[in-house]
């Protein structure tokens, strides 16, 4: 079946120090891949997408290139801040199920200190 | 981008009794929602699709008797936790995104809290 697996946190950094969360998936034909984001106290935002093999989505200074070899989806950003405290959920959308199904990984809870 | 809305926002109940979550697209028309149950510290698991007019289809494990969906209009969703119990305590999200699209809204949540 389907499956997301991101890197287990809490990821604890300093501001502007480079971040990445590591994000693999396992799943049948060409899925479309998202990174949202969960604010202390809000509900889920999409950060980014990407929907086929060596696309880039960027958003705020974060970005992921989804990877068809390595079946991958990483997200970096160069520089975080404060304000970039919160959950990160990657996600996988088939095209063979309901238009909007997601398929959650576990989430990484990333805190950045000044 | 579109807003989908919760209400309530968290609510506190007694053993036994129903609770109903609703859950409105505001600006755009969805045939499809989706409803997902967060444990804290935890991902999000599916519960279920709700689809306009038609029979919620429930996720394996998910009891359709426990938890009903309506979907009555393409803005509105709402999720009816029947005879609630503790174990039902949780934080209950519903997504919506426009026809043909796999971009979801997210709503902000609702805490059910079953005392």
């Known amino acids: 079946g389907n499956s997301v697996t991101q890197m287990e946190g809490p990821v604890t950094l300093s501001e502007e120090a480079f971040l990445t969360i590591n994000c693999t998936y396992t799943?049948?034909?060409?899925?479309?891949l998202f990174w949202y984001v969960q604010y202390p106290g809000e509900g889920l935002q999409l950060l980014l997408k990407a929907t086929k093999a060596d696309d880039k989505g960027s958003n705020k200074g974060f970005e992921a290139t989804y990877r068809k070899e390595t079946t991958s989806f990483h997200l970096e950003k160069g520089s975080v801040q404060v304000s970039d405290s919160a959950v990160y959920f990657c996600?996988?959308?088939?095209?063979?199920?309901?238009?909007?199904?997601?398929?959650f990984g576990a989430g990484t809870q990333v805190v950045v200190t000044p | 981008g579109a807003v989908v809305s919760q209400h309530p926002s968290w609510v506190i109940c007694k053993s036994g009794t129903s609770v109903k979550i609703e859950c409105r697209s505001l600006d755009f028309q969805a045939t499809t929602m989706f409803w997902y149950r967060q444990f804290p510290k935890q991902s999000l698991m599916l519960m279920a699709t709700s689809n306009e007019g038609s029979k919620a289809t429930y996720e394996q494990g998910v009891e359709k008797d426990k938890f009903l969906i309506n979907h009555a209009s393409l803005t509105l969703s709402t999720l009816t936790v029947t005879s609630a119990h503790p174990e039902d305590s949780s934080f209950y999200i519903c997504?919506?995104?426009?026809?043909?699209?796999?971009?979801?809204?997210f709503g902000p949540g609702t805490r059910l809290t079953v005392l």
């Open positions: 997504s919506g995104g426009g026809y043909g699209s796999n971009e979801q809204f």
């Open positions: 799943a049948t034909g060409y899925p479309s």
């Open positions: 996600a996988l959308s088939r095209s063979t199920d309901s238009w909007g199904k997601l398929q």
